[in-house]
């Protein structure tokens, strides 16, 4: 458990993730929001600080291989609340999200905030090139976004800390060659695409400027066919439930295996979604639902979404199925009756069927809206061109949550519906290059911490990787609890779960130790 010095300052919060703005959009490997504490925020000295959601710019390249291109506005967000001449700067970006809402990474009710406080350092937040309101145009056309790259992000990285002067008291004499920076990132910006992964790709690709890291479930892994998705889920998830959605499933398979039109007709009947044309665009409705898997936390029970959906396939008239469920037949009828009377009004509002869960309309807001701030279609441009991470059906003789239908092709071919001007085909993204590139599981990096949760859908794209069995070192430790999604980020996790409060312990303790290291 954390001590109580450390977490003095902490007031009651809770995770919340960024719901999924459309239905096509699929899980994003986001880091959660976490809300800052409400309080009045001073320095050591005693001297009142700006609110934390103050908002600072950086003349940020817009092009690093063409610095006579100019700059942009990149915004970013710090505090100084813990801070002493000498300490670190800690340096974070929310990854594929507007960075508004995310400034509660900045104090003690994250893990940040946790090791600013021990180490008395300063937390800086930026956003991410083409995410939000730090970009470089006023589009996201597929000219603009030639410069939404994974090596773009880690140059505005490293760009920053050699270059920004910090509106802090010696902000200006806190390069990395002054003082020791530490890069922390939550799932894309972990290894880079999220920021748990940027973390990593930043230090292995710009090694000396990041002194430490910090990874929470950095999906370091670029992964095309990222059937692993659902590995957790279907492992983690109430089992009754479990079994009747590979009933469901393997039902949905087998009649579309054998061409069985009356038959899948009358199933898409049983959903409400008797309209929609085509079938992997009803394979791809029935997994909307695993998604909200991505949104628990500790801190998250009854009446989440999720535990709503298996609550209304296996309890019945009071009593809850087996491990085994009721079988197939309640089972659709169940799924149905929820996917109709419950789901689809929140997955859809008030949209017919076609034009919410169809992939045929290419002319429908989703692929065309170009305006910023969109970051459905920033991060679609990096599914598409580099990382993949198709969350599809897995192998045969394996078991099947999401139907075998859904293959990489089926999200592909929304690259091409979205971006018509850079693909004309769907298109393979470039996932071995990303990972010769940026070192992907086989990466070693010294002073790099690796956090990560058995539960977590992404978990399978970490260096958790079941079948990896990859080992930590003193110089990489590689710790996993029994947490969800990032939820070694907050410290009211670690305060909920013993496994999360213990990696989070660990993390600070080798921070100390790090540090202790930093000569200049």
Request: proline share 6%; with cysteine.
């Amino acid at each position: 458990m954390l001590s109580n010095v450390l977490v003095v300052a902490l007031l009651s919060t809770s995770l919340v993730n960024a719901t999924i703005p459309n239905a096509m959009s699929g899980g994003r490997p986001t880091p959660p929001k976490i809300p800052a504490p409400k309080r009045n925020m001073t320095s050591p000295n005693g001297t009142a600080l700006p609110p934390i959601t103050e908002v600072y710019y950086f003349d940020q390249l817009i092009d690093h291989n063409n610095p006579d291109l100019g700059t942009f506005q990149q915004r970013y967000w710090m505090s100084w609340e813990f801070y002493e001449p000498g300490g670190p700067i800690i340096l974070t970006t929310p990854g594929e999200s507007n960075a508004d809402g995310f400034e509660g990474y900045l104090t003690n009710v994250t893990i940040n905030g946790m090791i600013a406080q021990q180490q008395s350092g300063a937390a800086v937040l930026i956003e991410h090139r083409f995410f939000g309101y730090s970009n470089p145009y006023d589009n996201l056309n597929e000219q603009s976004l030639e410069l939404l790259t994974i090596q773009q992000a880690i140059d505005d990285l490293v760009f920053f800390a050699q270059t920004a002067d910090l509106p802090m008291p010696g902000g200006d004499q806190v390069k990395p060659d002054q003082a020791p920076w530490i890069l922390i990132g939550g799932s894309y910006a972990g290894a880079f695409l999220f920021p748990g992964a940027l973390t990593s790709w930043t230090m292995l690709n710009k090694p000396g400027v990041f002194f430490a890291g910090y990874s929470s479930s950095g999906v370091v892994e670029a992964i095309t066919d990222y059937y692993g998705y659902f590995t957790a889920i279907r492992e983690y998830m109430p089992q009754n439930c479990s079994s009747d959605v590979q009933a469901v499933i393997a039902y949905l398979d087998r009649i579309d295996q054998q061409g069985d039109e009356d038959a899948i007709q009358g199933l898409k009947n049983s959903f409400g979604l008797g309209s929609l044309t085509r079938t992997d665009d009803f394979a791809s409705a029935l997994r909307q639902i695993l998604f909200s898997w991505q949104d628990l936390q500790p801190n998250v029970g009854p009446g989440a979404k999720f535990f709503d959906f298996c609550d209304a396939l296996e309890v019945k008239d009071g009593v809850s199925a087996s491990a085994t469920g009721w079988g197939l037949d309640y089972a659709i009828y169940a799924w149905g009756n929820f996917f109709q009377a419950t789901y689809y009004s929140s997955l859809c509002g008030n949209e017919d069927a076609e034009l919410c869960l169809g992939t045929s309309n290419a002319s429908q807001a989703y692929y065309t809206d170009v305006s910023i701030n969109n970051s459905d279609r920033s991060w679609m441009w990096f599914v598409c061109n580099q990382v993949g991470f198709y969350q599809v059906g897995p192998p045969q003789g394996q078991p099947a949550i999401v139907s075998r239908i859904l293959r990489p092709v089926y999200d592909e071919s929304r690259c091409v519906s979205m971006f018509p001007n850079k693909f004309s085909t769907p298109p393979t993204p470039s996932v071995g290059d990303t990972n010769t590139d940026y070192g992907g599981w086989g990466v070693q990096i010294n002073r790099l911490f690796f956090a990560n949760g058995l539960r977590d859908p992404w978990r399978e794209a970490t260096v958790s990787a079941e079948a990896l069995n990859k080992a930590g070192t003193d110089t990489q430790p590689i710790y996993e609890g029994d947490g969800f999604h990032c939820s070694d980020l907050s410290t009211e996790s670690g305060m909920l779960d013993e496994s999360i409060g213990y990696v989070q312990m660990a993390a600070l303790g080798y921070m100390r130790t790090w540090l202790a290291e930093w000569s200049g």
